[in-house]
């Protein structure tokens, strides 16, 4: 089992530096969903809103973490009405559960390794779904993240701890 040793910050909502951090996560969390959903189920397969907010929340703690998390889907539902505005109260409650597990694993170990990611990834989607399932109603519905999002699951882990480690070093 590789750990790496990175540094980890903890920004403040009082830093100008907090909201150009999260500006950057949001803006690739604008990007990255318009690839996805440029293939087939791609938004539902690889869950691709809630990547860049593993990193913000990982690597520059909770607050720059969930402002990215709030900011991602409210952002792409007015621009591009994806998420739609049915699924978007439980695509926000995701993001800021991964938001608050992010930035609670990262400060608690104050490293990265894919078993660290792998149990915020687990814990923000199995939370997120009850709540889903409280907010809708349907088992089925709220467990369609854990049906078809493990690829984007596996993206997140791997490639979270790859872009942590290895391309924002600092």
Not at 141 to 148: S, V
Request: glycine residues 8%; without cysteine; proline residues 5%.
């Amino acid at each position: 089992m590789q750990t790496a040793s990175v540094k980890l910050y903890s920004l403040a909502y009082s830093s100008a530096r907090t909201y150009w951090t999260a500006a950057l996560f949001v803006a690739g969390n604008i990007v990255l969903p318009q690839l996805a959903h440029l293939v087939p189920q791609g938004g539902m397969m690889w869950l691709p809103i809630y990547f860049f907010t593993l990193i913000a929340a990982y690597k520059y703690g909770w607050k720059a973490g969930l402002l990215t998390a709030v900011a991602s889907p409210l952002v792409n539902s007015w621009l591009f009405s994806m998420p739609s505005a049915a699924v978007l109260p439980a695509i926000l409650l995701k993001s800021v559960l991964l938001a608050g597990a992010a930035g609670y694993v990262a400060h608690r170990f104050q490293k990265v390794s894919i078993p660290l990611l792998a149990g915020v990834v687990l814990a923000y989607q199995l939370a997120g779904t009850l709540g889903e399932w409280a907010m809708t109603g349907s088992l089925y519905a709220a467990l369609q993240d854990l049906r078809l999002g493990v690829p984007g699951m596996l993206l997140q882990i791997v490639g979270g701890y790859l872009f942590i480690k290895y391309l924002i070093r600092k």
